[in-house]
């Protein structure tokens, strides 16, 4: 049995912990906001069959689905042409749409369950990869020494700086994105239920998701200049209305009603970490976001998160022979890389008729 150190309680951290607990491990998980955090209240995400049925099997599947909103199709709108693609299940699973806050909260209660200690109000300052353990330090001075310590701490991971070396700072990507939601008449769109429908003018981009009873959730990716570190989060949807209406013509889309509609939208930066060289050794490495982050444009940063977690947590073993520890981490790097680009399946086009 090994001691196991996560920083970070996000998606991959959460996951990891109670995965490394199902195979006989001891986790712990520091995380740096407290316990009264609204864990991005404002975000949602859509989260893959795959990574839903991987859930599953810990234990989390049904209560996640419960309350989110299946999707199987997306559709691509640009230059007067639609593009659909189908999102097949997987293990008769599909993809749902979720509030974000509702997946931590399911991952946190399955901790609970499990045994894993969250340490809130703990910020990590440095790792010291040492012959026989590693050491986190924290702000407040604790010292936690463990067998294996892994970052999922995110784009702005503390862990991947000290343990890769060259660039490893998040980079802006030129995109500011708005998350939306309103619960008026889920018609107002006239979009169909269940499809992620995207519509694309010169170099923004709207995303809307017919939720039925839940309502409307949509968002908005400009291209502009970043937020101020101080300006990401929520804001009055009035303080956007000119920039979003400007950017997109009523011929594409009705953005003027969805902001009409929508009190509060939540906005961030779209970032990404640089390609690194590696996901550091063999006591200490990082996952999820602090490896690969990208732009939530991609919208792939929960199910690679999960990913990366089920694939580490068995490994995570001084025991394990090294060779194999490299191997099944180096297929982790390639398939993140490759999530990246990959095309929706089963795409068809058509032509459609703008309105006059």
Same mark, same amino acid.
Request: aromatic fraction near 4%; glycine fraction near 10%; proline fraction near 6%.
């Given at each position: !049995?090994?001691?196991?150190?996560?920083?970070?309680?996000?998606?991959?951290?959460?996951?990891?912990?109670?995965?490394?607990?199902?195979?006989?491990?001891?986790?712990?998980?520091? @995380?740096?906001?407290?316990?009264?955090?609204?864990?991005?209240?404002?975000?949602?995400?859509?989260?893959?069959?795959?990574?839903?049925?991987?859930?599953?099997?810990?234990?989390?599947?049904?209560?996640?689905?419960?309350?989110?909103?299946?999707?199987?199709?997306?559709?691509?709108?640009?230059?007067?042409?639609?593009?659909?693609?189908?999102?097949?299940?997987?293990?008769?699973?599909?993809?749902?749409?979720?509030?974000?806050?509702?997946?931590?909260?399911?991952?946190?209660?399955?901790?609970?369950?499990?045994?894993?200690?969250?340490?809130?109000?703990?910020?990590?300052?440095?790792?010291?990869?040492?012959?026989?353990?590693?050491?986190?330090?924290?702000?407040?001075?604790?010292?936690?020494?463990?067998?294996?310590?892994?970052?999922?701490?995110?784009?702005?991971?503390?862990?991947?700086?000290?343990?890769?070396?060259?660039?490893?700072?998040?980079?802006?990507?030129?995109?500011?994105?708005?998350?939306?939601?309103?619960?008026?008449?889920?018609?107002?769109?006239?979009? @169909?239920?269940?499809?992620?429908?995207?519509?694309?003018?010169?170099?923004?981009?709207?995303?809307?998701?017919?939720?039925?009873?839940?309502?409307?959730?949509?968002?908005?990716?400009?291209?502009?200049?970043?937020?101020?570190?101080?300006?990401?989060?929520?804001?009055?949807?009035?303080?956007?209305?000119? @920039?979003?209406?400007?950017?997109?013509?009523?011929?594409?889309?009705?953005?003027?009603?969805?902001?009409?509609?929508?009190? !509060?939208?939540?906005?961030?930066?779209?970032?990404?970490?640089?390609?690194?060289?590696?996901?550091?050794?063999?006591?200490?490495?990082?996952?999820?976001?602090?490896?690969?982050? !990208?732009?939530?444009?991609?919208?792939?940063?929960?199910?690679?998160?999960?990913?990366?977690?089920?694939?580490?947590?068995?490994?995570?073993?001084?025991?394990?022979?090294?060779?194999?520890?490299?191997?099944?981490?180096?297929?982790?790097?390639?398939?993140?890389?490759?999530?990246?680009?990959?095309?929706?399946?089963?795409?068809?086009?058509?032509?459609?008729?703008?309105?006059?």
């Amino acid at each position: !049995m090994s001691e196991v150190t996560i920083v970070g309680a996000g998606i991959c951290g959460l996951t990891l912990a109670i995965a490394v607990t199902a195979h006989g491990h001891d986790a712990t998980v520091y @995380e740096r906001r407290d316990r009264r955090s609204g864990a991005e209240d404002g975000a949602y995400l859509t989260v893959s069959g795959r990574a839903l049925a991987d859930l599953e099997k810990l234990g989390i599947g049904p209560r996640l689905r419960s309350t989110g909103i299946p999707v199987h199709a997306i559709a691509m709108t640009a230059d007067g042409h639609t593009r659909r693609g189908t999102l097949p299940p997987t293990e008769g699973i599909g993809h749902h749409h979720v509030w974000r806050r509702d997946l931590l909260t399911a991952l946190q209660e399955r901790c609970r369950e499990v045994g894993v200690s969250i340490v809130h109000d703990a910020h990590a300052t440095a790792v010291q990869t040492l012959p026989s353990t590693v050491r986190l330090h924290l702000g407040d001075g604790r010292v936690v020494d463990s067998d294996v310590l892994v970052g999922c701490d995110g784009l702005s991971s503390a862990v991947r700086r000290d343990i890769v070396t060259g660039p490893t700072a998040p980079v802006y990507e030129g995109q500011v994105v708005l998350y939306g939601h309103h619960r008026g008449p889920s018609d107002r769109q006239e979009l @169909e239920p269940g499809v992620l429908s995207f519509f694309r003018h010169e170099a923004h981009t709207v995303g809307v998701l017919n939720g039925g009873g839940e309502g409307i959730f949509w968002f908005a990716r400009l291209t502009r200049p970043a937020l101020r570190p101080a300006d990401v989060g929520l804001h009055s949807s009035r303080d956007w209305k000119d @920039e979003l209406t400007a950017a997109f013509p009523a011929t594409i889309i009705d953005v003027r009603a969805l902001v009409e509609d929508t009190p !509060m939208l939540f906005g961030c930066n779209a970032e990404r970490v640089p390609e690194l060289p590696h996901w550091g050794g063999r006591r200490a490495m990082i996952l999820g976001d602090a490896a690969h982050g !990208m732009s939530p444009a991609a919208g792939q940063g929960a199910t690679l998160a999960i990913a990366d977690a089920l694939t580490a947590a068995p490994l995570l073993d001084p025991a394990t022979p090294t060779a194999k520890f490299i191997s099944a981490i180096a297929e982790r790097r390639t398939a993140a890389a490759d999530a990246r680009r990959t095309p929706p399946a089963r795409s068809s086009s058509t032509r459609v008729r703008r309105s006059p």
